[in-house]
């Protein structure tokens, strides 16, 4: 990709908007890690969006490594396990690489990536379009994005997301031509200012995460015996007519290190008339039955927005909405577990996925 064809909008220092406007056209930002004491900078772009031409590009100004921040549940219905299971903190939970099943070569061209890594992005692909390993590398990011952890990929899906774009986001480390070290500080300056490209921290992220939150409350707490466990209903909401979920709750979750966690969609055909078009029922009973087993956890009901009418689809059809994410990290803030991990329905054992901001 030439300069010329990217120079569309000067770098903007750690303005928000311009990042946004880049990404819904498919354009490329500077990330910066504003917590680094190096400032390094990580290139992202929508994966959904990206060209052959632009994964070239990337490619000449970065490591080469590409990967690609996914929602967990995307992984899980891909069938992408983490390489390292037990990784905690703000290490990245990469899952094992892919290249598309069909459509490529060797899948290392820049043409076959951009393939595979818009593959990604689509929300019906199944875990049988993509041969492992590969050359694209994939990695699962926390519930409720930033505001359930602070790291590089939850921001990049993050900012694809806030820009309107498929919950699939590219991140590459901006590296020096010369000497292949990662670049930051003023040097990631010049870079944006050369190619033209916008900038925005991972603060400037969190910030406005933060600030579009509903201030969903716990408004109730009641006792819910369910299957002879004592569990505990709580009721959130964000003001009165808008979204009310329910968190059943088993044990003390204050402080609590991998608590499991499981996120249920409202389903209604499935839900409360047990319908077997989908898995949702039984997904939802596995949940709960897991959590009984382990003798403490939470099973998160999100409802539908109200207004939006009868919610007869499936909700496995689409992707989560940011909305849920804000709404999931608000309700486990609330709970504040040190660290929780995801309860798979569809396996016989939980996977690990530790969020130790969320409580704070």
Known sequence: MSRQSLAVLPATGHDLEPALHAIRRGRPVLLVDDRDPRRECVLVMAAETVTPALVAWTVRRSSGCLSVALTASTCERLRLPRMQPDAAGDRPAFTVTVDASEGVGTGISAADRCRTIRLLAEPHTVASDFTRPGHVMPVATADGGLL?????????????????????????????????????????????????????????????????????????????????????????????????????????????????????????????????ACGCREHL???????????????????????????????AASPASSTDDVDVAAILRDLAPASTRTVDPTRPAFEEMTCPSVAR
């Open 285 to 315: 009973d596995a949940a709960v039955r897991a959590v009984t087993a382990a003798g403490r956890g939470v099973v998160v009901y999100l409802r539908a927005a109200p207004g939006t009418g009868p919610t007869l689809r499936c909700p």
């Open 148 to 276: 359930g952890r602070r790291c590089r990929p939850e921001a990049a899906l993050d900012l694809v997301r806030l820009a309107g774009r498929a919950p699939a986001a590219v991140l590459a480390d901006l590296v020096d031509a010369a000497d292949g070290a990662c670049v930051g500080g003023a040097a990631g300056t010049a870079f944006a200012a050369a190619e033209r490209l916008p900038m925005v921290t991972i603060g400037t992220l969190v910030s406005h995460r933060r600030g579009r939150a509903p201030g969903l409350r716990r408004l109730a707490d009641v006792a819910c015996p369910v299957v002879g466990a004592p569990f505990r209903a709580h009721g959130y909401a964000t003001a009165p007519g808008g979204r009310a979920h329910v968190a059943l709750v088993l044990g003390e979750t204050r402080g609590a290190e991998a608590l499991p966690v499981h996120v249920h969609r409202e389903c209604p055909t499935a839900d409360l008339f047990g319908s077997s």
